[in-house]
């Protein structure tokens, strides 16, 4: 056999299915001649930043048990292009690559990977500056139509859509951490509110 492989699948919503990627990745594995040491698989969302499987599938490269990681394309593999890339870069460290089926092959000790890992890096600050630059103008719109910024002095939402609620539960005789524990707010929330009905003419 080759070298050996893990195949990482994912899929973001739980009425999908990663099946149909560990079959078309396992032929794909059996083609290029891989050894597979593990089929991974999960449902996550693509930013999500916890991912067991994932995890799993690093651990093996940095023990060195595995020198390639089959997806079927890099979208799967990476939360973004600088999570891509700093994966990619801890990869390399353990000569891990990391293969796509549309024939993208992710080895940065290469000619060919350097460069590509370079127009990474060069897009991944791309998307930091569009995204800094559309903050700071959602900002600016919002203060030129006269938008308060923040959460304002005296401006309680959760608290003051619950105090009925919380009012209701203490003429019912419920005790304070009772009522904390059943609306899922703190102790303390639930003083200010009882305070705060007190003081109302």
């Not at 999960?42 to 060195?64: I, W, Y």
């Not at 890339?85 to 796509?100: E, M, P, Q």
């Not at 105090?163 to 703190?186: F, T």
Request: hydrophobic share 40%; charged share 30%.
């Amino acid at each position: 056999m080759g070298q050996r492989a893990a195949i990482y699948a994912r899929v973001s919503t739980s009425d999908q299915s990663c099946e149909r990627q560990i079959e078309e990745l396992t032929a794909f594995a059996e083609r290029g001649d891989f050894e597979i040491i593990g089929s991974f698989k999960e449902t996550a969302s693509g930013t999500t930043k916890n991912r067991l499987a994932r995890n799993r599938v690093m651990d093996l490269a940095q023990a060195r048990k595995i020198d390639a990681i089959l997806v079927t394309e890099l979208s799967r593999w990476g939360r973004s292009t600088q999570d891509l890339l700093d994966t990619l870069n801890r990869l390399a460290g353990w000569k891990v690559s990391v293969i796509a089926m549309n024939g993208m092959t992710f080895e940065l000790d290469t000619p060919h990977g350097l460069m590509m890992a370079t127009m990474l890096a060069g897009v991944a600050q791309f998307e930091r500056d569009m995204l800094s630059e559309r903050v700071k103008s959602g900002l600016a719109a919002a203060k030129a139509r006269g938008k308060k910024l923040g959460r304002q002095k005296g401006d309680r939402p959760k608290s003051d859509r619950l105090a009925p609620k919380v009012i209701d539960a203490i003429e019912n005789g419920k005790s304070y951490r009772w009522i904390a524990r059943d609306l899922g707010i703190s102790k303390n929330t639930v003083t200010d509110i009882v305070k705060r009905h007190a003081q109302k003419p």
